[in-house]
């Protein structure tokens, strides 16, 4: 059983915007901190930005602050990654991961035991 889906990725241009989400149909939506990782290729994963259960406390990677944002809609099972003023450097494969634990602001991977299997973000120049 899937436990983990995102969507919402594509090609844009440097400037634009897009927006990821993200659903649990394995899990418990609001028993887990949610966090959006990225893999560019040759490079390792990376956590990008983190939400708690009530989407009250959020993380950000310093690279990404001010440009995105996290969301999660508990009612709807959802956990949304704004992205604006998206560069070329943001080109990478978003993974959404699920997790149980309060190590989840370090933005970890090994932290996240739940994983999507990625949507592809392309922006080019």
């Known amino acids: 059983q899937v436990q983990v889906s995102e969507s919402g990725g594509g090609l844009v241009q440097a400037g634009e915007s897009l927006r990821l989400s993200c659903t649990t149909p394995?899990?418990?939506?609001?028993?887990?901190?949610m966090g959006w990782f990225r893999q560019a290729p040759g490079k390792e994963r990376e956590g990008v930005s983190a939400i708690n259960w009530n989407g009250k406390i959020t993380y950000y990677a310093d690279n990404v602050k001010g440009r995105f944002t996290i969301s999660r809609d508990n009612a709807n099972g959802t956990v949304y990654l704004q992205m604006n003023s998206l560069r070329p450097e943001d080109t990478a494969m978003y993974y959404c991961?699920?997790?149980?634990?309060?190590?989840?602001?370090?933005?970890?991977?090994?932290?996240?035991?739940?994983w999507g299997q990625g949507t592809q973000v392309t922006v080019s120049s």
């Open positions: 394995g899990l418990t939506f609001d028993d887990y901190a």
């Open positions: 991961a699920a997790s149980g634990t309060v190590r989840f602001k370090l933005l970890l991977p090994l932290d996240y035991p739940f």
